[in-house]
């Protein structure tokens, strides 16, 4: 038998017409260790498992002595020392059961980390997403500090004078209340994450149920829906100012015994 393990690859896959990037498919192994095997450039491998375990796949693949080419590899590099030596803190090893795995499954090559190496490995995950997690929290905060919020018995400044537009983002389960023009928009409970908004001509009311899990928008402006506040229960009131581009809020207390207003009809 020739001893060329590279030229043995090399003949049998162009002899079943295969080319390298069907067998990386079909093998999990990537087209340049293919390559490297075949031009039997083994310093391309950071160690000699893979070199051995691609071989076998390889062959086995190809329906070649697998062991006969792997025995011809660690018989012509039995004196070499590999060029990197795996981290003993985290090795990665091939498990006994995936070379048996590998004769059924067209050659495919699995991989286990060892218990020892698993625990570093989760730490640098936990780190990396902690500090994404930390990211997005600064970013946030940043937004929420450089939006102009608006403190109840003062004006909002609209370029929009022939309207009233408010938008709702929910962060927490919240009742809500809005009345645009004397008019009941909305009643109900918005869940976190559902966003709603309403347009009134001259003036709009809105009661909530949860400060702290909703924001107001009016005309593109964050508001203060905190101060002054019942408790968890606020009552605003929006009046755009005829004549002026500004819209006025004041903060309003509910009347014992006051009319519920009229439902929107359906048009």
């Not at 989760?122 to 990396?128: F, G, S, Y």
Request: charged share 30%.
């Amino acid at each position: 038998m020739a001893e060329n393990i590279g030229k043995q690859l090399q003949e049998a896959r162009r002899c079943k017409e295969i080319s390298l990037q069907k067998v990386s498919e079909e093998t999990r192994i990537s087209k340049e260790y293919l390559e490297a095997l075949e031009k039997e450039e083994y310093d391309l491998f950071p160690a000699k498992v893979y070199v051995v375990s691609f071989i076998r796949s390889y062959a086995r693949y190809l329906g070649l002595d697998a062991e006969a080419l792997v025995h011809v590899y660690r018989r012509e590099h039995s004196g070499l020392k590999d060029k990197m030596d795996l981290n003993p803190e985290f090795p990665i090893v091939v498990s006994q059961g995936a070379e048996e795995k590998a004769t059924s499954t067209g050659g495919i090559a699995s991989f286990r980390f060892t218990r020892k190496g698993l625990v570093p490995f989760i730490l640098a995950i936990a780190v990396i997403v902690g500090a994404g997690l930390l990211a997005i929290y600064w970013l946030r905060s940043a937004f929420r500090q450089l939006s102009p919020q608006v403190k109840a018995g003062t004006s909002v400044s609209t370029d929009i004078a022939q309207e009233i537009s408010m938008v709702a983002e929910t962060k927490d389960k919240t009742w809500l209340r809005v009345i645009g023009d004397d008019v009941v928009s909305f009643e109900g409970i918005l869940v976190p994450g559902e966003n709603r908004s309403w347009v009134a001509k001259n003036g709009m009311n809105v009661r909530i149920g949860n400060v702290a899990g909703v924001r107001l928008y009016v005309n593109g402006k964050e508001v203060d829906i905190i101060s002054g506040n019942s408790g968890l229960v606020n009552e605003l009131v929006f009046t755009r100012l005829k004549g002026t581009d500004s819209i006025k809020m004041e903060q309003r207390e509910s009347l014992p015994g006051e009319s519920k207003p009229k439902k929107e009809e359906n048009k």
